[in-house]
């Protein structure tokens, strides 16, 4: 018998955050068995019968139960990762903000936690039960959103995210066949990543790593990547994000890995006229979908529920980038950061 102190269990019953504190040679391993969870408390919301989503007549409540149902799914993705949210006063089509303080706006249950960026202290939004994403939506929430990094090593980002942001739908299949080359150019350098569609206008590409790298190598890596893409085809891409610049083409965005910046947090919902959902997917699958909001709310369940989780590998993961380690400390500008990809 062995005694381990861990965080939490995930959704597949592994261990989050195991650590082996000993052998216990006074247990007896018959006696050892799974503790039973204790019995659901019911959910007391206010107003559960406000509408969220006008267009659909989705309820408060509604909301609610699909993320008691998500939560086991989410916390992996939220464990120890300061936060973002965006609160809705009445429905998502009326006054939606981001906060990221919990001083900014009262929220009852829900901590902050400081992060230091090298010069000085900030905080952010912390959650790691189910009870405190509830708690969020009975403040209004509607999404969640996360940084790159963790509070544990907040200055070495542990995934990098690739935004793939279209000017309209009518790019929907450019936007696959860009996911794919990006793919295939991870997987070159021996880097397995993981596709989302956003529920929004795109796709994310996820690629977790090894927390080891500076947000400037992690950003020069992401940048390098996207002007590589971008140049060899510029009438279909931009890296300029300005509306205007983007007319007609894909902005293929890195800036979501600096200090600070954040990217949806898988299965969360989102603040559009219908319920969509920023839905993890299988790389094989991404063809099989019309579009990035084609996952709402009432399928996300049904979904998740049957199919084996593609993501399952995500926090096993721990990848390095060997290009960084080569040549990571010469980053002093964007052709350099491209060039690692020529090497």
């Avoid at 739908?169 to 295939?184: A, P």
């Avoid at 080891?212 to 020069?220: C, K, V």
């Avoid at 600096?258 to 969509?276: H, W």
Wanted: hydrophobic letters at 35%.
């Amino acid at each position: 018998v062995a005694e381990v102190e861990f965080k939490t269990w995930t959704a597949g019953n592994i261990l989050r955050q195991a650590s082996f504190q000993g052998l216990r040679a006074d247990k007896n391993p018959k006696e050892i068995i799974l503790e039973k969870k204790s019995p659901k408390k019911e959910i007391k919301i206010t107003h559960p019968d406000r509408i969220i989503y006008q267009a659909a007549g989705i309820t408060k409540q509604e909301v609610v139960h699909y993320y008691e149902q998500m939560a086991p799914h989410m916390l992996p993705f939220v464990h120890d990762r300061p936060l973002s949210i965006l609160r809705c006063q009445q429905t998502t089509e009326d006054s939606c903000y981001f906060q990221k303080h919990t001083h900014t706006t009262s929220l009852i249950g829900i901590s902050s936690r400081e992060v230091h960026n090298g010069e000085e202290y900030d905080s952010a939004l912390s959650v790691e039960k189910p009870g405190e994403i509830f708690q969020l939506i009975q403040a209004g929430t509607v999404e969640l959103h996360g940084w790159q990094a963790s509070f544990s090593n907040i200055e070495k980002p542990d995934q990098i995210v690739f935004d793939l942001d279209p000017d309209s739908e009518k790019l929907w299949g450019r936007v696959i066949d860009t996911s794919y080359e990006i793919q295939s150019r991870l997987k070159s350098l021996g880097l397995q990543s993981f596709v989302k569609l956003t529920g929004g206008k795109g796709i994310h590409i996820h690629v977790p790593v090894q927390s080891r790298y500076t947000w400037n190598m992690i950003r020069a890596f992401s940048k390098g990547l996207m002007q590589i893409i971008s140049e060899s085809n510029p009438g279909y891409y931009t890296m300029n994000m300005q509306k205007k610049n983007r007319k007609g083409k894909i902005f293929l965005d890195y800036l979501r890995n600096g200090y600070g910046a954040t990217a949806v947090i898988p299965y969360s919902l989102r603040a559009r006229t219908q319920p969509t959902v920023a839905f993890p997917i299988a790389w094989k699958d991404l063809k099989k979908y019309s579009g990035p909001d084609e996952i709402l709310l009432k399928n996300a369940i049904q979904i998740v529920k049957k199919r084996k989780d593609p993501w399952a590998d995500y926090f096993r993961l721990k990848q390095r980038i060997a290009v960084l380690e080569n040549y990571g400390n010469f980053l002093n500008s964007s052709d350099e950061a491209k060039n690692l990809f020529k090497r």
